[in-house]
């Protein structure tokens, strides 16, 4: 699973990683050579305050993700997406297709939340809290330098012979990437069904879940191919987010930033080379070791400027800052800055429009709240049985028969029963005596409706019904009743 040997060395840059030094390198991709064939990244093992701190949350966050199906409030999962149930489940709450509307919300809340941080703070969320970022430079990264070393030993790695310890290596390496990449999709089958459904798959005999096995094979290849084969590429070439980044960037944008007026003319630091010498050469505080680019997971050099491939990782700062320690310069040649702060010297700023864009995320998110605390309790559906007309029932009264469908949104379970507004009929629930809809459930049972005909006003007579629990009017539904004409 390795690819050809062409990234600079902690030594200096090998002519094949500067391949894409060209003078059109924004019509390039870093990790594509010319002819369109794939560089392989062998990204060297950062080290730097930025990474211990990125460290640390990620820690964090992929804890909070293989714990969050586990976590219940009030009975429901923190989080549940089922599908093929529709039923999702957010911080204990327990939405229906019927919230649909507030789905909707949440979504565009959502989005509108990417673009003002987008707009203020660049690609922050695809270097610090992106799941595909975390596991692969926390987790599967780190994994391949414990076993095949750093990055310079991986690339002699890839080009010594097969030999028994090579095989050994790269076996391992791969056996434990599957691994991982099971785990991980059983904990997003989790967030499916919920992981009392999980743990009663994991127990019951793997016949009677073929289907469901191979679906969860499936999806361990799918991350295995991305965490051991695309990797970089799917920010690259799949995620649509640094695409589209562009219409949301400008130059007051928050982004890891290479100081041009500052580091540039590039030159080699030489051993007890005067500062002032160096000034009066016109040359900067770079000196051109690559360590930005030797440590960037992407393959990409930050001092061509901002780029697509870009992720915010840090990576290059803490390289760099290492750098100008050495030859006793002060860090922050590359550092978070926006351009307008480079070239000009500006502090960030509220711009016009991260204001607007607040405004809209302000409103979404005041609506959203308002739908959730404004949600019925309770909602029911009437619906008429297929295939059935009205029936003749007894004292001469005409009955519908009706499927109905009771959403109990609250936590504990509830005694629902169904009264007529008016008194020329009555509602009769099949089956058992009490209507019992347990909480955060969905129910269903049959109800004959019984009119007397002179209550009738056409062959479709509009109803209303009264929907009770407790005791209490939750809601009111409106159906037809289909007599005989008139």
């Known amino acids: 699973m390795s690819g050809p040997v062409d990234q600079p060395g902690p030594a200096g840059p090998q002519t094949a990683a500067r391949e894409v030094d060209w003078q059109d390198f924004r019509e390039h991709l870093a990790t594509a050579h010319k002819d369109g064939r794939r560089r392989w990244v062998h990204a060297k093992q950062?080290?730097?305050k930025w990474y211990r701190w990125?460290?640390?949350?990620?820690?964090?966050?992929?804890?909070?993700?293989?714990?969050?199906?586990?976590?219940?409030?009030?009975?429901?999962?923190?989080?549940?997406?089922?599908i093929v149930e529709r039923r999702f489940a957010i911080l204990g709450h327990i939405f229906w297709p019927e919230d649909g509307i507030i789905f909707a919300v949440a979504m565009l809340t959502f989005f509108a939340g990417i673009m003002i941080f987008t707009t203020a703070f660049g690609r922050l969320w695809c270097g610090w809290t992106c799941p595909q970022t975390i596991m692969m430079e926390m987790v599967f990264r780190k994994l391949e330098y414990l076993i095949e070393g750093d990055a310079h030993q991986q690339r002699a790695l890839d080009a010594a012979p097969w030999t028994a310890a090579k095989t050994a290596k790269k076996l391992l390496k791969h056996a434990v990437f599957f691994g991982l990449s099971f785990l991980i999709g059983n904990t997003l089958l989790s967030y499916i069904i919920g992981s009392d459904d999980l743990r009663h798959i994991i127990a019951d005999d793997p016949k009677n879940h073929l289907v469901g096995l191979g679906a969860m094979v499936l999806f361990t290849l799918v991350f295995y191919a991305i965490f051991a084969r695309f990797r970089e590429q799917a920010c690259t070439f799949i995620c649509p987010y640094g695409r589209f980044q562009s219409a949301l960037l400008d130059e007051n944008t928050m982004v890891v930033a290479y100081d041009h007026k500052r580091g540039e003319q590039r030159a080699p630091w030489k051993r007890d080379q005067r500062l002032e010498l160096r000034r009066?050469?016109?040359?900067?505080?770079?000196?051109?070791?690559?360590?930005?680019?030797?440590?960037?997971?992407?393959?990409?050099?930050?001092?061509?400027?901002?780029?697509?491939?870009?992720?915010?990782?840090?990576?290059?700062?803490?390289?760099?800052?290492?750098?100008?320690?050495?030859?006793?310069?002060?860090g922050g040649l590359i550092r978070y800055a926006s351009s307008d702060g480079i070239d000009h010297g500006h502090p960030l700023r509220f711009t016009h429009r991260m204001?607007?864009?607040?405004?809209?995320?302000?409103?979404?998110?005041?609506?959203?709240?308002?739908?959730?605390?404004?949600?019925?309790?309770?909602?029911?559906?009437?619906?008429?049985?297929?295939?059935?007309?009205?029936?003749?029932a007894g004292e001469g009264r005409i009955s519908n028969l009706y499927t109905v469908k009771v959403i109990n949104?609250?936590?504990?379970?509830?005694?629902?029963?169904?009264?007529?507004d008016r008194d020329e009929g009555k509602v009769v629930v099949l089956?058992?005596?009490?209507?019992?809809?347990?909480?955060?459930?969905?129910?269903?049972?049959?109800?004959?409706?019984?009119?007397?005909?002179?209550h009738l006003t056409s062959s479709t007579t509009p109803l209303a019904i009264g929907v009770y629990a407790d005791g209490k009017r939750i809601e009111t539904v409106e159906t037809a009743f289909i007599g005989p004409r008139k």
């Open 409 to 420: 949104k609250t936590h504990r379970d509830l005694s629902v029963q169904f009264h007529l």
């Open 355 to 392: 204001k607007l864009y607040a405004v809209i995320l302000t409103g979404l998110i005041a609506l959203f709240v308002f739908l959730v605390l404004t949600r019925a309790d309770v909602q029911a559906i009437f619906l008429r049985a297929p295939g059935t007309l009205f029936q003749q």
């Open 46 to 48: 950062p080290a730097g």
């Open 54 to 82: 990125r460290t640390w949350m990620s820690w964090a966050l992929i804890g909070g993700m293989f714990a969050g199906p586990f976590i219940r409030i009030n009975g429901n999962p923190l989080l549940m997406f089922n």
């Open 431 to 454: 089956g058992a005596k009490d209507f019992i809809v347990p909480g955060d459930q969905l129910a269903e049972t049959s109800v004959l409706v019984e009119l007397d005909p002179k």
């Open 280 to 330: 009066a050469e016109a040359k900067g505080d770079c000196v051109d070791c690559h360590q930005c680019v030797a440590v960037c997971p992407t393959g990409i050099d930050i001092r061509d400027g901002i780029q697509m491939e870009c992720v915010n990782c840090t990576a290059c700062i803490d390289a760099c800052d290492a750098v100008m320690e050495k030859v006793g310069r002060p």
